[in-house]
């Protein structure tokens, strides 16, 4: 069965600092990927997906994602964060028609 | 388009009574899942629906738990009886047609169970 996993529970990181959340993925076949962001109180917003092609991915507000099928990860960046970012992000993977989710990564932006 | 409508948004409700959860998805959007959220658990499928049909269903926890959609625009969540476990925000979510489109989530039902 595929797996998703988010390596790091919480991210704290000063506004305007870069950050990278990690995501790595199993999976033995064709594989889309994709990064959610959840606000406090509020539903699960897509933020960028793979599907194929280029492995470099933009999504909303800034944040692009990089494909690496070597070492199946998929991990979400930002070069330079807003207060605003402070979410929960979700990375996930196809498997059958379903989502499989990661756990989670609290990024925590402070002033 | 209004996106995924869920209600109510919050339930209080005690232990034994029954509660419905409900979610009308976007239109033309043919495939519909119930996810649970909770600290310990993180993000857990629930079941999907896929034209209406339930196609899984393994996520349910047990009996309790029941799941319908009698037609494209409407589909409910039934607990009973709740226990306090329960507790939990559950989420609808919808897509149109299968791999690889992204699913649209609801804002949620926060159900406490005393």
């Known amino acids: 069965a595929q797996s998703v996993t988010q390596l790091d529970s919480q991210v704290p990181v000063f506004e305007e600092a870069p950050v990278e959340l990690r995501c790595n993925y199993s999976s033995s076949v064709s594989v889309y990927l994709f990064w959610y962001v959840q606000y406090p109180n509020q539903g699960l917003q897509l933020l960028l997906k793979y599907l194929s092609g280029s492995t470099l991915v933009k999504g909303i507000n800034g944040f692009e994602a990089e494909f690496n099928k070597s070492q199946t990860s998929f991990h979400l960046r930002k070069p330079s964060v807003h207060i605003s970012d402070t979410a929960e992000y979700f990375c996930?993977?196809?498997?059958?028609?379903?989502?499989?989710f990661g756990q989670g990564t609290e990024l925590s932006v402070k002033p | 388009d209004a996106g995924v409508i869920q209600s109510p948004r919050h339930e209080v409700t005690e232990m034994g009574q029954e509660v419905t959860l409900r979610c009308k998805p976007i239109?033309?959007?043919?495939?519909l899942f119930w996810y649970r959220q909770t600290m310990m658990r993180g993000l857990e499928l629930l079941i999907y629906?896929?034209?209406?049909?339930?196609?899984?269903d393994s996520g349910m926890p047990e009996d309790r738990f029941s799941a319908k959609m009698p037609n494209a625009s409407f589909s409910t969540l039934k607990i009973q009886p709740s226990e306090p476990r329960d507790s939990a925000v559950y989420f609808c979510?919808?897509?149109?047609?299968?791999?690889?489109?992204?699913?649209?989530f609801g804002p949620g039902t926060r159900l406490t169970v005393t």
């Open positions: 996930a993977s196809n498997q059958g028609g379903k989502l499989i």
């Open positions: 979510a919808t897509r149109l047609g299968g791999d690889p489109y992204e699913q649209y």
């Open positions: 239109s033309g959007h043919n495939s």
């Open positions: 629906f896929n034209n209406n049909v339930p196609i899984d």
